[in-house]
């Protein structure tokens, strides 16, 4: 009988602590940061329960944004993602980034930095997908008519931000390592 209790305190405990962990962890990431973390699961869960998967009418379409000028598609193709994975892993990378800088800047500018960068990302893409279509020996037409979704492009530029404020010559992401001069 006194083992059942004591194996019924410590799952008790167990339980308890993991919550109050969580709990504390949730409480530490800044306000800003944690509601990325809210839009875009609440985003992907929505999408989940309506079905709605073809992502053509809020993707990033460079001939969509080129030709119909649908400049939405800049910002909304950020928020969604396609899978549990793309949402749960892209949301892990941007909680230690998005919270470290937001203490360092604040959340209104971190909040300018994430549609500046979304902005530039964006301009780039259009850019790399224009050149790619006029290149004279091979054209790459397809890749005006490619779908890009999720917030990966902002982690890796908040990468390169954190790596250049912080000083360090290069930063392990898992397998791979970036050198990066200060």
Known sequence: ????????????????????????????????????????GTIYLICLLTGYDTFKEVCFLPSA?????QVYRIYTSVIFHGSVLHVVFNMLAFVPLGSELERIMGSIRMLCMIILLATSNAIFHLIIAFLAVHIPINSFQYLMDECAIGFSGIIFSL?????SLSGAQSRRLVFLVLAMKS
Do not use: Y
């Open 1 to 40: 009988m006194k083992v059942c209790e004591f194996e019924l305190l410590f799952l008790e405990a167990v339980n308890v602590g993991l919550s109050t962990r969580a709990s504390q962890w949730w409480d530490s990431i800044p306000f800003f940061t944690s509601a990325v973390v809210i839009v875009c």
């Open 65 to 69: 944004v080129v030709s119909q000028f």
């Open 159 to 163: 990468i390169v931000i954190e790596t």
